[in-house]
């Protein structure tokens, strides 16, 4: 499976962003879906993940800011980030999980830089 972000960039504190995460598969052929970020000197850490039951699950930090969801006919999803801050600033990796049999495969995509600063 082949994950492509796209949509990080620039933005001044206050501001929103919206993430895109495009498989090369058929997202509901997925077990979840999500998105991790990772700062310099940080552990990578869990931003939103979408199960195909559509189970959410945030950050207890960003729940209410962010927004996880997907378009089944893209084999997409998104991350909208609103109220930006310039704690914020990572690099936002795109992730999926699939059970088949016992066998677990975890994908991740090459990630997308966002920056938030004035």
């Known amino acids: 499976v082949w994950l492509e972000e796209s949509g990080g960039g620039l933005a001044q504190p206050g501001e929103s962003l919206r993430l895109s995460c495009e498989a090369s598969?058929?997202?509901?052929?997925?077990?979840?879906m999500g998105w991790y970020r990772r700062t310099p000197g940080k552990e990578r850490e869990m931003v939103a993940t979408l199960s195909n039951h559509d189970m959410k699950n945030y950050a207890d930090s960003l729940r209410g800011r962010f927004t996880i969801s997907r378009d089944n006919v893209q084999n997409t999803v998104y991350l909208e980030m609103n109220n930006l801050k310039p704690e914020d600033t990572a690099v936002y990796y795109c992730?999926?999980?699939?059970?088949?049999?016992?066998?677990?495969?975890?994908?991740w995509g090459q990630g997308t830089q966002v920056t938030v600063s004035s």
């Open positions: 598969t058929s997202i509901l052929s997925l077990d979840v």
């Open positions: 992730y999926a999980k699939r059970y088949s049999g016992s066998t677990l495969e975890e994908h």
